[in-house]
């Protein structure tokens, strides 16, 4: 992997981090946009992590261009202030796999190298290409009839779960869904910041409320929360349904928020009131949870493997048996209407 930053010590600290993996090598580092140019071209790196903030050329400029002439995975990362994570969501936007944030004084080395490791390798087998922005021509049309009013229980629930591509996906699927759906609560891996930024991005595409979740806040319908970066999102029960719950428990599968915290506490509180769907992501998180949610009875959906940036996460759940139905990115909202539909499990 190739390493593009200006900053010399941000560059040692993401070269030693991530040496501690023997799965990785790092075969060289640039300072800038240029000298990345010339050592994509000499040493064919398979992933490329990206500063967005650099001298002569930005971060940004430099990734459409890369895109477009020579796509590699790239892993974004960049001091996420808001100003930062605004231009790192448009990074994901121009094709970068995957969003980190900066190394800092706060971190060990440790923690650092295991974090960093995630990103790579889920960049490393991301397929290249997929683009799960637009459907083909003449294959989806949104949906857009909001659902009546007492159309669903105070009890149903949707849930979502996405990692790796899943920024890209949820700015697909979100936005086609109808208003008037119950509540929605989302668990994308997502570092700290970034997610305010990506929430409020998707409020303004969706034909419903979608925040950033606050501890304790009710989920109602018409509002879809995003779990904050670096907080597990749980639900409890409340008069009238669900409230949100944020705990900095320790992660789960190197990761917090985690899917699986999220799913598992749904099938505690909501069993069979729940319709839940596994994005594009790495690894196994979701797939337990997804479990518990279906011996409670619970509607499960998984994205299938060909609109799957990464299709570790779905292919975890559908190993085990949990997926009621598979389905491609662009028939996703449909299916979860459909699910929604369906007669509760007894």
């Known amino acids: 992997m190739l390493i593009v930053d200006d900053s010399a010590l941000a560059r040692r600290a993401i070269s030693e981090a991530l040496s501690l993996d023997p799965e990785l090598e790092v075969v060289g580092v640039a300072h800038d946009a240029y000298a990345a140019r010339e050592k994509i071209l000499a040493l064919e790196p398979d992933v490329i992590t990206l500063d ?12 459409k261009i890369l895109q477009e002439h020579h796509p590699v995975p790239v892993v974004v990362v960049s001091s996420l202030t808001p100003q930062g994570s605004a231009k ?41 290409g997929v683009r799960p922005v637009t459907a083909p021509p003449g294959t989806f049309t949104a949906i ?33 869904l109808p208003a008037g759906l119950p509540p929605i ?43 904050p970066g670096d907080f597990h999102l749980t639900l409890l029960p409340s008069t009238r ?4 719950r944020l705990t900095q428990s320790p992660p789960v599968h190197h990761c917090r928020p985690s899917v699986d915290v999220l799913f598992r506490s749904a099938a505690e509180q909501a069993g069979a009131d729940a319709v839940a769907a596994l994005l594009t992501g790495m690894g196994a ?3 337990r949870g997804m479990q518990a949610l279906r011996a409670a009875g619970a509607r499960t959906l998984a994205e299938d493997e060909e609109s799957c940036v990464v299709f570790g996460m779905p292919q975890a759940a559908i190993k085990l048996g949990v997926v009621d139905q598979v ?11 459909q699910a929604l539909s369906q007669p509760v499990r007894a």
């Open 52 to 63: 967005l903030e650099m001298p002569r050329m930005d971060g940004l400029t430099f990734l």
């Open 88 to 128: 790192a969501l448009e990074a994901l936007e121009a094709g970068a796999v995957d969003v980190l944030a900066k190394p800092n004084g706060s971190q060990t080395l440790g923690a650092l190298a295991d974090q960093l490791a995630y990103h790579v390798k889920a960049a490393a087998s991301a397929r290249r």
């Open 144 to 176: 857009n009839q909001p659902v009546p009013p007492g159309r669903f229980s105070e009890r149903r629930i949707i849930l979502i779960g996405a990692s790796t591509g899943g920024v890209e996906a949820l700015r697909f699927l979100l936005p086609r």
């Open 185 to 227: 609560a989302v668990v994308q891996h997502i570092p700290p910041n970034f997610s305010r930024i990506m929430a409020n991005r998707l409020n303004e595409l969706c034909p419903f409320d979608v925040r950033e979740a606050t501890d304790g806040e009710e989920l109602r319908p018409g509002l879809c929360l995003v779990a």
């Open 241 to 244: 349904g669900y409230r949100a």
């Open 285 to 287: 998180d979701g797939a």
């Open 327 to 337: 389905v491609p990115l662009q028939n996703m909202p449909f299916a979860v209407l």
